[in-house]
């Protein structure tokens, strides 16, 4: 059986990336440009910057990747890309380009969604794992906790109805003065902080719902800030970065652990930008081994976006016998 190289191509958001990768689940290359420094003034991702930036570094990233990877475009057999959900503009850019080469060489495409990447980062960073499995997807667009009974096979148990867990954690490294993006400066702030100083309000919802809802958490942050500055008190951003991270964890936590438990699957797997976050990982883990559960997750680098796992969803739809056809756009808000 001929090996199957593909070319996978992402560009939803701030990340151009592009990766070889031979059946699927080994990356012979994984090339991430980061547009961080041009959004970093505007304090978050601007759409028409991004559109630009991944036209400007498109042809570079696939030149570098194939050079990593020590092949050519006639060594490609199949072609992968992000067509949701994203921002359109950014998305357009790394499609078109997978479609030309698809056209190109006559090589089949698979256009892919985003958050199943992120699932299967796991993949790629664990050969041995297979379906079926609980996944907490949290990022900066997006918070889903998802049942995936085999390759292709998913139930949305539960998201969220207001901001996405790493969105919260932006717009509260915001108002702390942290910069862009804030997950990790909270996550290092945290560590030098007592995260039971300030009892935040966690949202659990109506009883037995797996969704989140971190707007109203966001709020008491900001309260909390603004009532203390009034009141001239000094204020610990370490507690407080300590203490909000622990109330976003906290729920994440407890949904994904009672969602395997309705389930009965013994596996655990994190993906997404939020992943990285080591207080979610550190207690993720403790809460797993009491209820006899395993918890994998991706290295860093994985977690966050990359074309190697768009690559991995593309090679199992592929298998599959899914193609996409040349006439495929750019979907926004495509959902799992
Ligand atoms: O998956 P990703 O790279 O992009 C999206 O698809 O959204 O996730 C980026 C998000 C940002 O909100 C960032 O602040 C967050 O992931 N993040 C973290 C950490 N590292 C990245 N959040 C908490 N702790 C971290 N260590
Ligand atoms: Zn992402």
Do not use: W
């Not at 699932?119 to 997006?142: D, M, R, T, W």
């Not at 717009?171 to 030098?192: F, S």
């Not at 729920?251 to 652990?257: H, P, S």
């Amino acid at each position: 059986k001929e090996d199957i190289i593909t070319l996978a191509i992402e560009s939803s958001c701030d990340e151009t990336s592009v990766s070889v990768l031979k059946n699927g689940r080994t990356v012979l290359s994984n090339i991430i440009a980061s547009q961080i420094e041009q959004h970093q003034k505007f304090g978050g991702v601007v759409p028409e910057v991004a559109s630009r930036q991944h036209i400007e570094s498109i042809n570079t990233v696939i030149k570098e990747a194939l050079e990593e990877a020590n092949v050519t475009f006639e060594d490609i057999t199949h072609v992968a890309a992000t067509y949701g959900p994203g921002l359109v503009g950014a998305l357009l850019v790394g499609l078109s380009a997978a479609k030309a080469i698809a056209f190109a060489r006559g090589i089949p495409l698979n256009g892919v969604n985003h958050i199943e990447g992120h699932i299967y980062a796991n993949f790629i960073q664990h050969k041995e794992l297979e379906p079926p499995f609980i996944c907490l997807i949290v990022s900066g667009g997006h918070s889903h906790l998802v049942y995936m009974k085999d390759y292709g096979e998913y139930e949305v148990l539960g998201k969220t109805r207001d901001d996405a867990a790493g969105e919260a954690f932006d717009k509260i490294a915001r108002v702390l003065g942290l910069g862009y993006p804030g997950g990790p400066q909270i996550d290092k702030l945290a560590t030098k902080g007592n995260k039971r100083a300030i009892a935040f309000p966690k949202a659990y919802l109506e009883r037995g719902s797996y969704d989140f809802s971190f707007s109203g958490l966001k709020s008491s942050v900001l309260n909390y800030l603004n009532t203390e500055k009034m009141k001239g008190n000094p204020i610990a951003i370490e507690d407080v970065a300590a203490s909000f991270q622990q109330a976003v964890v906290e729920i994440l936590v407890e949904k994904t652990i009672a969602c395997a438990m309705e389930k009965s699957v013994k596996q655990i797997t994190l993906a997404g930008g939020v992943a990285a976050n080591s207080s979610l990982r550190g207690l993720l883990q403790q809460e797993a081994e009491k209820h006899g559960l395993s918890l994998k997750y991706p290295s860093l680098k994985l977690c966050t976006d990359n074309a190697a796992m768009i690559g991995c969803v593309g090679y199992y739809d592929y298998i599959r016998g899914y193609r996409s056809t040349l006439d495929l756009n750019g979907v926004p808000n495509l959902k799992i």
